[in-house]
């Protein structure tokens, strides 16, 4: 494997390229045993994910600004949409667009704090942590306001260990050294695809029932 | 307990992960999942199996027959859904016609809260209906027409809006528990218990209800007002699971969750069949589904009557057995599901009302018909007596003997002078058999017209002594 690696890096491809995906699965079977036994649903296993990724190329503070602003602007959006009569799809354009817009005030945000970082991140980044949006005002519209927002903030609690994950710099360099480690994360994630117990989530949710026999 | 204890009682809930992967994958197969998601071919499969659901009036698939749609084919009140609409979403129910048409002369219809529906205003939530804005992958959809269904008495003062019904799981054939879904203010109407609905467990065996849970915290009143959830005897319960099993049997599905409503007319009907059937139904009965599924899984139940037997006995309190165990007679309610047979094995089973006040068991007109004992009602006629009398008209018929006249017909074995609050009447009394819970016997009955009453049978002293009566059932 040294050798494949090797022959990547000789030829320009960055050591990030390389990590991330080999990290994926670590990270995919994270998000599979906070489903499985844990019991935190977030937006299926795509969305967290990539807004991981998103978040550590951002940096956790920024990232986790323009996670919320756009949250906040995509509802104020849908709000001030909700007497027009109009279609689904066009209306997800005008939210996803003037959420979009709006990152230009944390650009300017960005400036005024000094953070090189945020601002010349690639834009690619911001407009992933927006993919959310489109999950967050589907679920507004299909479970209710309230389900949405839990569902964003398990999304947010579970990129925010992920990148905790993803900034460790040993593991990073455990999987890079030794890339069989991932046989044993699908392992794993096999177990996990047949665990049949309760999730934690659900000795909370039926503890009644646990403390009335 | 300690927690070592709770821990392994904990292992007899069904969770997610155990639904999914243990109940709903090995036994749920997607060819049949499908159709329960699809409400107009369900439907279809139902009536073709003669399970009551409310009658389909009219489908639409296309722009094309939404805009040759004859308007003045709906009915006076009716429902409009989506086929593949789920937690009711996109459903309109009409209460009734408005009696002035719109200017431009279209039919108008009257919603929830009295909001008014014209012929375009259909015309235009059909058309949304087609684009799929209610269907559980927003694809193109259908719209149908179906019979609304009427709210039966006993429940009227329970939902804000909307209908109670009641979700029966059934498992290999199996009712393995149940539960009461009430819409609520905060529901809008909508008995499904995410929306804010309240979920009332029930007993298996007595159908009669036990905790309620709204947004899973557990109530003792409906909000707002000082109504008991706990202790209500659902109507029709024998029939309830018996529609349960056929229902499942139809659906083909291992494990399925059976919606089924009270109308006021037509009693049971189902509403809708669920493959992914929710997990608060526990909390409601405080009861674990995993260890009842346990239970039942790989018993090979023939008959819908052993179906039924068994889920009394394996998921049903213990108290009324009890009792019936020390004193040898059956605990019945003051209201109670009865089988009547007729006189040429007619069957008809309805609602009696247990009244220890009246002496004499007395029955309707209308179903003593339907008994097969017309002729007795036309041998009536002949002696033209008046529905109310007074008196001194009673001792004049018993003074010239009429009641031996009255008895020649051989269906009559007796006459009964009954005093009520208009007067006195003068009957007949015929001999019939029926079923009360377990019990088959003969009892005298006295005919009447019951029509303008709530049940069409009361049951009196002379046909309660074999049973226990509590009030509170």
Redesign the interface.
């Known amino acids: 494997m040294d050798i494949f690696f090797d022959y990547l890096i000789r030829n320009d491809v960055p050591r990030e390229t390389i990590d991330i995906l080999l990290m994926f699965p670590i990270m995919a079977g994270f998000i599979v045993a906070a489903r499985q036994i844990v019991g935190v649903k977030a937006f299926g296993i795509y969305t967290p994910l990539i807004i991981t990724f998103a978040l550590t190329e951002i940096g956790f503070k920024y990232g986790v600004s323009i996670f919320i602003v756009s949250l906040l602007v995509a509802s104020i959006v849908r709000f001030l949409l909700r007497k027009i009569r109009i279609l689904y799809l066009p209306k997800m354009a005008l939210i996803l667009s003037i959420t979009a817009l709006s990152m230009f005030f944390s650009l300017i945000w960005g400036i005024f704090s000094d953070s090189t970082m945020f601002v010349q991140a690639s834009i690619y980044q911001i407009l992933i942590i927006i993919t959310l949006v489109e999950k967050f005002i589907n679920a507004q519209m299909e479970k209710g306001y309230r389900t949405a927002v839990i569902l964003s903030l398990e999304t947010l609690i579970l990129a925010s260990f992920g990148n905790l994950i993803m900034t460790t710099t040993r593991l990073r360099d455990l999987v890079f050294y030794n890339p069989w480690v991932i046989l044993i994360v699908f392992a794993g994630i096999i177990f996990l695809g047949r665990y049949e117990g309760l999730r934690l989530s659900e000795y909370i949710r039926f503890r009644k029932i646990i403390s009335n026999q | 307990?300690n927690w070592l204890e709770?821990f392994v009682?904990?292992?007899k809930?069904l969770?997610?992960?155990?639904r999914n992967?243990?109940y709903i994958k090995p036994y749920n197969y997607r060819k049949w999942v499908k159709l329960v998601d699809n409400k107009i071919k369900f439907k279809k499969a139902l009536q073709q199996n003669n399970i009551p659901t409310p009658k389909l009036l009219a489908s639409i698939r296309s722009y094309e027959k939404l805009n040759d749609f004859d308007y003045n084919k709906l009915p006076k009140s009716f429902v409009l859904k989506p086929t593949s609409g789920f937690?009711g979403?996109g459903i309109v129910v009409i209460f009734g016609e408005h009696k002035k048409r719109t200017a431009d002369g279209e039919r108008q219809w009257v919603k929830t809260k009295g909001v008014k529906l014209s012929e375009t205003m259909i015309h235009n939530h059909i058309s949304n209906i087609l684009?799929g804005?209610y269907s559980r992958t927003?694809s193109p959809d259908v719209a149908f027409f179906e019979e609304r269904i009427k709210i039966n008495k006993s429940f009227k003062h329970l939902a804000y809006k909307g209908i109670p019904d009641i979700r029966v799981i059934v498992f290999n054939r199996i009712p393995v528990m149940a539960m009461m879904r009430i819409p609520t203010k905060e529901s809008d109407g909508k008995a499904n218990l995410?929306l804010g609905g309240i979920g009332v467990g029930i007993d298996m065996a007595t159908g009669v209800t036990t905790n309620a849970i709204m947004r899973?915290k557990?109530i003792d009143t409906i909000p707002g007002t000082k109504i008991n959830l706990a202790g209500i005897r659902i109507p029709y319960w024998n029939t309830i699971l018996d529609i349960a099993i056929r229902t499942a049997d139809v659906t083909n599905l291992g494990l399925t969750g059976v919606d089924i409503a009270i109308d006021r007319d037509a009693g049971p009907v189902v509403l809708e069949a669920n493959a992914r059937p929710g997990l608060a139904i526990?909390?409601a009965n405080?009861?674990?589904l995993k260890e009842r599924l346990q239970k039942v899984k790989g018993l090979k139940v023939k008959t819908i009557k052993r179906a039924i037997r068994l889920a009394k006995d394996l998921f049903g309190g213990e108290i009324e057995e009890e009792i019936e165990e020390i004193t040898g007679r059956q605990v019945i309610g003051l209201i109670e599901e009865i089988t009547l047979f007729g006189k040429d094995s007619q069957k008809q089973t309805i609602l009696a009302k247990v009244d220890t006040g009246a002496g004499k068991t007395s029955i309707d007109e209308n179903l003593a018909i339907e008994l097969g004992y017309a002729g007795v009602l036309e041998h009536m006629k002949k002696f033209k007596i008046k529905p109310v009398l007074t008196l001194d008209e009673i001792n004049e018929l018993s003074k010239n003997k009429v009641w031996q006249k009255i008895e020649e017909h051989p269906d009559i074995v007796g006459v009964s002078k009954v005093k009520s609050s208009h007067g006195y009447s003068y009957r007949p009394i015929i001999y019939i058999k029926l079923k009360v819970r377990d019990d088959i016997f003969g009892t005298k009955a006295n005919i009447i017209t019951r029509q303008d009453l709530e049940y069409q049978m009361i049951l009196g002293e002379n046909s309660l002594k074999r049973f226990i009566i509590d009030p509170r059932k």
Do not use: R
Not at chain 2, 15 to 18: L, R, Y
């Open positions: 307990m709770a009682f904990s292992q809930i969770g997610m992960n155990a992967l243990s937690g979403e684009d804005t927003n995410h899973e557990f526990q909390i405080l009861a674990p």
